[in-house]
């Protein structure tokens, strides 16, 4: 039996635990730099809206960078120790067999704002609480079901508490009660197991520089982002694991409405993603305007239709680009003495 096989049959079992809490996790002057960092004025949030199914989801979002050296220019290095710390004191490297993360960024949310039950990407997510001064009374915990059980496990906010759980659970972060005039933040890190294919997906993504490659109106937005968004679009409308891969990969060779070709080795996509999900990419990229019309016109039901799914998760993430508003936090800033 492969290492990797062998590591996804461990964690299937380890799954039915749900969620693990761990609390204090690091020590208090770490914990209090990390809630005054959250509480800075040049932490500016994005408003986020995006559909999961039939549903709207509201909520706030600041992303770090897509790399580490990204997320180091954009003043958030102190997450780099943050990880290093919260792997040692609560040995996450050897129980979870995972070897760094894949993607970091704090979400947000107020009274008012109830975010939807969803599953994520990756194998493991982790969610640290970083108010220090949160009270029980505010709520704001975060709920995780297992698969196929109605019944949740709550996690309740509470400062310097680490949760972590497998990424295919469905969660949810619970509301914010209406005595409270708080902002709601975590720190969410989402890892992928040793040997996982979704990263050598994007490990190529980032060697052909999609993460530099400003994508749309937004001077913040890049392809490599659209491209995430689009495939996690997907997996939300419940299309098979190659049209997400095609999601992932839908612009690459360019478009019309987007020139630049980040590679033209369609033997490198199709060894990553496979000879169905590939041709699909290369028919969306050739697509002459207006391409939700002359998709409309492709006579293979089943090619017709996986291209105007890729079609509607790439309009939403451009009309969601669009909406993109800034939101200026509420925290206090904590004494260090």
Same mark, same amino acid.
């Given at each position: 039996?492969?290492?990797?096989?062998?590591?996804?049959?461990?964690?299937?079992?380890?799954?039915?635990?749900?969620?693990?809490?761990?609390?204090?996790?690091?020590?208090?002057?770490?914990?209090?730099?990390?809630?005054?960092? =959250?509480?800075?004025? !040049?932490?500016?949030?994005?408003?986020?809206?995006?559909?999961?199914?039939?549903?709207?989801?509201?909520?706030?979002?600041?992303?770090?960078?897509?790399?580490?050296?990204?997320?180091?220019?954009?003043?958030?290095?102190?997450?780099?120790?943050?990880?290093?710390?919260? =792997?040692?004191? #609560?040995?996450?490297?050897?129980?979870?067999?995972?070897?760094?993360?894949?993607?970091?960024?704090?979400?947000?949310?107020?009274?008012?704002?109830?975010?939807?039950?969803?599953?994520?990407?990756?194998?493991?997510?982790?969610?640290?609480? *970083?108010?220090?001064?949160?009270?029980?009374?505010?709520?704001?915990?975060?709920?995780?079901?297992?698969? #196929?059980?109605?019944?949740?496990?709550?996690?309740?906010?509470? #400062?310097? %508490?680490?949760?972590?759980?497998?990424?295919?659970?469905?969660?949810?972060?619970? *509301?914010?009660?209406?005595?409270?005039?708080?902002?709601? *933040?975590?720190?969410?890190?989402?890892?992928?197991?040793?040997? !996982?294919?979704?990263?050598?997906?994007?490990?190529?993504?980032?060697?052909?520089?999609?993460?530099?490659?400003?994508?749309?109106?937004?001077?913040?937005?890049?392809?490599?982002?659209?491209?995430?968004?689009?495939?996690?679009?997907?997996?939300?409308?419940?299309?098979?694991?190659?049209?997400?891969?095609?999601?992932?990969?839908?612009?690459?060779?360019?478009?019309?409405?987007?020139?630049?070709? =980040?590679?033209?080795?369609?033997?490198?996509?199709?060894?990553?993603?496979?000879?169905?999900?590939? !041709?699909?990419?290369?028919?969306?990229? !050739?697509?002459?305007?207006? %391409?939700?019309?002359?998709?409309?016109?492709?006579?293979?039901?089943?090619?017709?239709?996986?291209?105007?799914?890729?079609?509607?998760?790439?309009?939403?993430?451009?009309?969601?680009?669009? %909406?993109?508003?800034?939101?200026? *936090?509420?925290?206090?800033?904590?004494?260090?003495?």
């Amino acid at each position: 039996m492969s290492c990797v096989v062998w590591l996804y049959l461990k964690h299937l079992l380890w799954g039915s635990s749900m969620v693990d809490i761990y609390d204090d996790i690091l020590n208090i002057k770490d914990a209090k730099f990390i809630h005054n960092e =959250m509480s800075s004025v !040049n932490m500016l949030w994005e408003y986020y809206h995006r559909s999961i199914g039939d549903k709207q989801s509201f909520h706030l979002y600041r992303g770090l960078g897509n790399t580490d050296e990204e997320i180091e220019n954009n003043k958030f290095g102190w997450i780099f120790p943050m990880w290093e710390n919260l =792997m040692y004191y #609560g040995k996450l490297r050897e129980k979870y067999d995972i070897n760094t993360y894949r993607r970091i960024y704090f979400n947000a949310h107020v009274y008012g704002m109830e975010p939807l039950r969803h599953k994520d990407d990756g194998d493991f997510t982790m969610i640290y609480y *970083p108010r220090l001064d949160w009270k029980k009374e505010w709520g704001g915990g975060t709920a995780v079901w297992k698969d #196929g059980n109605d019944i949740s496990k709550l996690a309740d906010y509470k #400062g310097n %508490r680490l949760i972590v759980f497998p990424a295919r659970n469905y969660h949810q972060a619970q *509301p914010v009660s209406r005595k409270c005039h708080q902002l709601r *933040p975590v720190i969410v890190f989402k890892t992928f197991l040793i040997g !996982n294919k979704q990263s050598e997906k994007e490990d190529y993504l980032k060697s052909i520089s999609c993460h530099e490659v400003q994508h749309g109106k937004s001077k913040t937005t890049t392809l490599f982002d659209h491209l995430y968004n689009v495939s996690k679009q997907l997996k939300r409308n419940d299309a098979p694991q190659y049209l997400q891969d095609a999601g992932l990969f839908h612009s690459v060779y360019g478009t019309t409405y987007f020139k630049p070709k =980040m590679t033209e080795d369609r033997e490198a996509v199709r060894s990553l993603i496979g000879d169905k999900a590939e !041709n699909l990419v290369y028919l969306f990229c !050739n697509m002459e305007h207006p %391409r939700k019309e002359n998709i409309e016109l492709i006579k293979d039901d089943e090619v017709r239709k996986d291209l105007l799914m890729i079609q509607e998760a790439n309009n939403a993430d451009m009309e969601m680009q669009d %909406r993109v508003q800034s939101f200026l *936090p509420t925290v206090e800033v904590i004494d260090y003495d």
